[in-house]
């Protein structure tokens, strides 16, 4: 049996996701995640068939994290020896204008990310600290960095650029980026296969509503345009976030709250989207469950969401010039039909869209579904997103050097 494994590795500042697959047909092997590293009561987990392991101990670094999941594999006999895992891809969150595909994790690659801290510095270190503490224990690994931004380098500069002094977006590198690039390009590779198989000049319209939430217009398999911006604060309302508002905003609760701009932009990523609408929760299944007592500030945020996602889609028709597909995803695309419906609600008249009500309600927990009828002018699917599984598929192509 080939033995062979592939690791899509998650590293953020305090915390470290894995997931472990079977290089021969990318079959989920376990996964597990390392929390609260930097603390003295560290997380360790890994989740292997029904076993689930949890381990409380002090994890001081990265190196410690990555320790841990090794002895974890090699103990539970899951991994014979290190040297089976051949390729290992990282999630990288910002690839800047440097990458438009996955790159090998080399020194050149490992500059490259270095630089554009300032475009994200919350994350771009520690993906570096992942990748050190990886590279360290399985130095014979092929290695590769597979960026959320990359997908979206194919839009022209009328899509990227924003309207500020045109010397400041090049000395700064101040543009839109986007963001869940590895998720828009499964979305869209998954949809030519399954719904327009043959079909040429294809117009795809992906919205990735997790808490975290995104459209892409995708033409032909290549984004002409997304919404999250230079970060992933833009775009549409989110869990948390804002989306896009006029930038007035900053300013004037700055001076209205006397509070600087770094508290501002907190407030905006993690006060505000259904959060601060709704003053109830970040999740949408307690926001859903309150609207139907019907709650005021939850039919709010709902309304809000559902319309700035709606406008979105049509901002993307335009966009595209018409649309053969609707694609959602993430965690409120894929689980809630309800919201599905009220931002499909906002765009059927214009669109010509027929959904079917009773496949829209029965799509939900993983369930690949077309929610429309044939009497649809744009066909509407569900389509589970799988960012570890891309991120695997890039490892493996790295290492058989097709990449
Ligand atoms: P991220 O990866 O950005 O953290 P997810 O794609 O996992 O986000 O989405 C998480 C959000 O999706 C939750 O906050 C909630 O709003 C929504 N969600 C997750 N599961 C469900 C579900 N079963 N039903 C409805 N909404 C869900």
């Known amino acids: 049996m080939d033995q062979r494994l592939v690791m899509a590795v998650n590293a953020g500042s305090s915390s470290l996701k894995y997931k472990l697959y079977r290089y021969e047909g990318l079959e989920v092997v376990c996964g597990g995640l390392v929390d609260r590293i930097g603390h003295d009561d560290g997380i360790f987990k890994l989740n292997y068939g029904e076993e689930h392991l949890k381990e409380i101990l002090p ?19 899951i991994v014979k020896d290190k040297k089976d895992i051949v390729a290992i891809g990282h999630r990288v969150v910002q690839g800047g204008k440097y990458f438009s595909k996955s790159a090998i994790f080399d020194e050149d690659t490992e500059k490259k990310i270095a630089e554009l801290i300032p475009l994200d510095p919350l994350h771009a270190p520690a993906h570096l600290m992942g ?38 977006s090049r000395k700064y590198d101040c543009r839109r980026y986007g963001a869940h690039g590895t998720s828009h390009r499964y979305l869209a590779e998954k949809a030519l296969g399954s719904y327009l198989k043959g079909q040429t000049d ?22 002409v345009a997304t ?29 209205r709250l006397g509070i600087s701009p770094s508290e501002v932009y907190d407030l905006l990523n993690k006060k505000s ?22 709650d005021e500030r939850a039919i709010r945020a709902s309304n809000l969401f559902a319309r700035r996602v709606a406008d979105y889609i049509g901002q993307y028709y335009v966009r595209l010039g018409g649309c053969d597909l609707i694609v959602f995803s993430a965690g409120i695309g894929e689980n809630s039909p309800f919201y599905r419906k009220l931002v499909l609600d906002r765009a059927k008249e214009a669109l010509g869209l027929d959904v079917d009500e009773a496949a829209n309600e029965k799509a939900f927990a993983g369930k690949e ?16 997103t799988d960012e570890e599984k891309m991120i695997a598929m890039d490892a493996v192509a790295a290492y058989e050097g097709r990449l």
């Open 59 to 77: 994890i001081p670094d990265h190196d410690k994290g990555v320790e841990l999941i090794l002895d974890a594999l090699l103990k539970k006999g």
């Open 131 to 168: 990748y050190h503490a990886f590279k360290e224990a399985i130095p014979e690994a092929t290695t590769i960095a597979v960026f959320d931004t990359a997908y979206h380098q194919t839009m022209e500069e009328e899509d990227y650029l924003f309207p500020i002094p045109y010397e400041l």
């Open 202 to 223: 294809t117009k795809i319209i992906t919205c990735h509503l997790g808490s975290g939430a995104s459209l892409a217009a995708i033409r032909d398999g290549k984004v």
């Open 227 to 255: 919404s999250m911006g230079l970060t992933p604060l833009g775009g549409v309302m989110m869990g948390t976030r804002s989306g896009d508002i006029d930038p007035s905003v900053s300013y004037y609760l700055a001076e």
């Open 273 to 294: 989207g259904f959060l601060g609408v709704s003053g109830i929760s970040n999740d949408t299944r307690d926001v859903e469950e309150a609207y139907f007592k019907a």
């Open 369 to 384: 579904a077309l929610i429309s009828t044939s009497e649809s002018k744009v066909k509407v699917a569900v389509i589970p």
